[in-house]
């Protein structure tokens, strides 16, 4: 398994309930790359992979909307930890 991880510059300041949920504060991210600057690694990493996440929703609304922003056609499969926990806890 590779991992890779990096923090973005969202390049307005991080609300103080979020700093708190995260624990990623204004400082932290003040020299970090902006998503453009790392859109093209992010695509290529992506590209014709399942996105799982917990919420997928939530971060594949983020990711949609700034690849939408710098012309990236971001589509991949999802896939939703939360529905999938749901749907294992319903009874058949």
């Not at 997928?56 to 609304?61: E, I, L, P, Q, V």
Request: charged residues 25%; contains cysteine; hydrophobic residues 40%.
């Amino acid at each position: 398994m590779r991992e890779w991880s990096t923090l973005v510059n969202p390049q307005t300041s991080i609300p103080t309930f979020i700093q708190t949920l995260t624990g990623i504060a204004n400082a932290m991210v003040a020299e970090a790359p902006t998503f453009a600057e790392l859109a093209d690694e992010v695509f290529d990493r992506l590209e014709g992979r399942v996105f799982i996440a917990h919420n997928a929703r939530f971060d594949y609304g983020f990711l949609k909307n700034e690849f939408r922003r710098i012309g990236y056609d971001f589509r991949p499969k999802v896939l939703c930890t939360v529905k999938l926990s749901i749907s294992k806890l319903s009874p058949q």
